[in-house]
């Protein structure tokens, strides 16, 4: 089954495009959703956060502070590095496990830090999901759950602009509206399907 690699920075559109190609009945595997799943209360990987970054990184309840998490790596790049080296290898396996259970002419991987992590050798093609800095911005803060800071500090850290286009087999420019991206989603679909059937 051949794997297209989705990516592109914060708020450019990787869930938008994701949902797009899951409407055409493309099976999608998300890595910030198994991120998530990992980390429910009682598996490994929480437990080696708490290890890691002591216990009041969880509340009351055992769950994961996530956004102290986050705050904590975005201005500590050890602490970054250190989760990561939790996180990555258990996702790496989850994503494995789920692409061995699709059937499917390709399917498409969303992982936002697919360049960063050097991930590309997973995946066959690299889909990115491109948009200006000032865009990227104003949806995120759009979407409402991130101050200027923090999107700027994430932004900060993600690969540039530049270095993900040039990683990119296929570009999708998300600067129009939701109609335009259908267009290029639904293109790529066909090119996608026939370039598997090859
Ligand atoms: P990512 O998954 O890359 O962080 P999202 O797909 O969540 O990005 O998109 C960021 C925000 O921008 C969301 O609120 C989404 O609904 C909105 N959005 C995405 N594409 C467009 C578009 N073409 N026009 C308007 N809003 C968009």
Same mark, same amino acid.
């Given at each position: 089954?051949?794997?297209?690699?989705?990516?592109?920075?914060?708020g450019?559109?990787?869930?938008?495009?994701?949902?797009?190609?899951?409407?055409?009945?493309?099976?999608?595997?998300?890595?910030?959703?198994?991120a998530?799943?990992l980390?429910?209360?009682?598996?490994?990987a929480?437990?080696?956060?708490v290890?890691?970054?002591?216990d009041?990184?969880?509340?009351?309840?055992?769950?994961l502070? *996530?956004? =102290?998490?986050?705050?904590? +790596?975005?201005?500590? /790049? &050890?602490?970054r590095?250190? #989760?990561?080296?939790?996180?990555?290898?258990?996702?790496?396996?989850?994503?494995?496990?789920r692409?061995?259970?699709?059937?499917?002419?390709y399917?498409?991987?969303?992982?936002?830090?697919?360049?960063?992590?050097?991930?590309?050798?997973?995946?066959?093609?690299?889909?990115?999901?491109?948009v200006?800095?000032?865009?990227?911005i104003?949806?995120?803060?759009?979407?409402?759950?991130?101050?200027?800071?923090?999107?700027?500090?994430?932004i900060g850290?993600?690969?540039?602009?530049?270095? *993900?286009? =040039?990683?990119?087999?296929? +570009?999708?420019?998300n /600067? &129009?509206?939701?109609?335009? #991206?259908?267009?290029?989603?639904?293109h790529?679909?066909?090119?996608?399907?026939?370039?598997a059937?090859?």
């Open positions: 089954m051949l794997r297209i690699g989705l990516t592109g920075g914060i450019s559109g990787k869930t938008t495009v994701a949902d797009a190609f899951a409407n055409h009945g493309v099976p999608v595997i998300d890595a910030d959703i198994i998530h799943e980390v429910e209360p009682g598996l490994p929480l437990e080696s956060i290890k890691a970054f002591g009041n990184i969880l509340d009351k309840k055992g769950h502070k *996530r956004n =102290k998490l986050r705050e904590l +790596i975005l201005v500590d /790049e &050890g602490k590095r250190k #989760l990561e080296s939790i996180l990555h290898p258990a996702i790496h396996n989850e994503i494995e496990t692409i061995n259970q699709i059937h499917a002419a399917c498409i991987l969303v992982i936002p830090l697919l360049i960063e992590t050097r991930l590309t050798d997973m995946v066959d093609k690299v889909l990115v999901v491109d200006s800095k000032n865009t990227q104003e949806r995120v803060k759009n979407r409402g759950k991130l101050s200027e800071d923090e999107i700027q500090s994430i850290i993600q690969c540039s602009r530049e270095e *993900r286009l =040039k990683a990119a087999n296929e +570009i999708v420019t /600067e &129009g509206t939701l109609e335009d #991206l259908a267009i290029q989603i639904a790529l679909h066909q090119k996608f399907q026939q370039f059937s090859t």
